[in-house]
């Protein structure tokens, strides 16, 4: 395959992801108390939001590449 192809492919897969996900969620934990050998930590979860525009951009991004790739062979 050619690498416009690749890459229109990988830019199609990572739109419809990023539309059915809306966002990337995350673990961390933190140290609340510290009191010698006592200690207690907590885990949060978080959440990295992606717009639905970097959705819409990576698709159309990918749907023009690979139309443009056909279309010059």
Do not use: H, W
């Amino acid at each position: 395959m050619k690498t416009n192809t690749v890459l229109a492919i990988i830019l199609i897969i990572v739109g419809i992801v990023a539309f059915a996900y809306q966002g990337i969620q995350y673990t961390s934990s933190e140290k609340v108390i510290d009191l010698g050998p006592v200690q207690v930590t907590t885990e949060k979860t978080r959440t990295f939001p992606l717009p639905p525009i970097v959705g819409g951009i990576a698709l159309v991004g990918g749907i023009l590449l690979l139309l443009v790739g056909n279309k010059k062979t």
